[in-house]
């Protein structure tokens, strides 16, 4: 059999990067954030694993309802709440909390009989994607008070700038939250991951770690490991040939890389059918024995080809690391044009998934 990709995810790393996120808001509960499949780690696993935070998150009802069905019985916030009454049914069925981001979700919860909910009331301090403008927050507030469907309100923004540290917007988002807010009760929630890290006075009484719990860096120009965060997936796969080739050899479809000089190209079994990214380009370091290699040429569906002169004894089956444990995974992003977020979410069936606890 011709080995293929696979994601090796540390469930102890995931751990201790939750509590990193603590080490940096101690005075705040933790919303783990493990939306999209747990950004590409596992739903199930993950959240079977963050058995110290204090809540989950996820975007979508099918997630929430997929973690409930599972026996996760943990407390979880629908981050983009409902749309529907069948919708809103159903997360009162699994007992769910809501963020309500707009006026008509409001109008459903007024509709709505049966056990109240608790409510994450978003205001919109600056992102303008989702959330209740600042000057409608306290006539929305009042209405939830008075709705017999919500026996709680939380009060939650979220940053648009946060990983930029140079960047006032955050400061200016703080405020505007804070003042659209200014005589509300509620618990309060502004910081993501950058906020955790990079701004302390966006702490509040939640914190919602999300990158961060899997080992990628939320910041502009500080790495993973200075943050102290462990990266949570490696993602590997096998030599599968190993080629003598001649200076002006060309590598690949379109001819896009020349061989400078004779040398050798090893043959890696991963491609972006397997979701690693097409357009990283040549130059991208991967790791064979603990040497950093470099790819060539364009990515295949199946196979990309690495650059052998720096790891010379390398054969058919060695291992190769694409990401993770020693190969932080913004040095790929950055060499793709996108962000680790993307390449987490991005992989396949095609790969193989193995969790580790030690």
Known sequence: MIPGPRATIDLQALTHNLQISRKHTPHSKQLAVIKANAYGHGLLQVAEALKDADALAVARLPEAIQLRESGIDKTIVLLEGVITKDELKQAQEYELELVVHHQDQLALLEQLTGEALIIWLKVDSGMHRLGILPEDTKHIYARLDKCQSVKQ????THLANADDRNDSYTDRQCDQFKQAIAGLNGETSIANSAGIVGWPDSHADWARPGIMLYGASPLMGVTANELELKPVMTLTSNLIAVNAYRKGDAIGYGSSWIC???????????????????????????????????????????????????????????????????????????????????????????????????
């Not at 309100?153 to 939650?156: E, F, Q, T």
């Not at 050798?264 to 130059?283: E, F, L, M, N």
């Open 153 to 156: 309100i939380r009060l939650m």
């Open 260 to 358: 400078p000089e004779d040398m050798q190209v090893g043959v890696v079994a991963i491609g972006y059918g397997d979701g690693y990214p097409r357009h990283a380009q040549s130059g991208t370091p991967v790791l064979i024995k603990d040497q950093k290699c470099e790819t060539v040429g364009r990515v295949s569906m199946d196979m990309l080809c690495v650059d052998l002169r720096h790891c010379p004894a390398a054969k058919v089956g060695d291992a190769v690391t694409l990401w993770g444990k020693d190969l932080p995974v913004e040095d790929i992003s950055n060499k793709a044009g996108t962000i680790s977020y993307e390449l987490f979410c991005r992989l396949t069936s095609r790969v193989e998934f193995v969790y580790q606890d030690s």
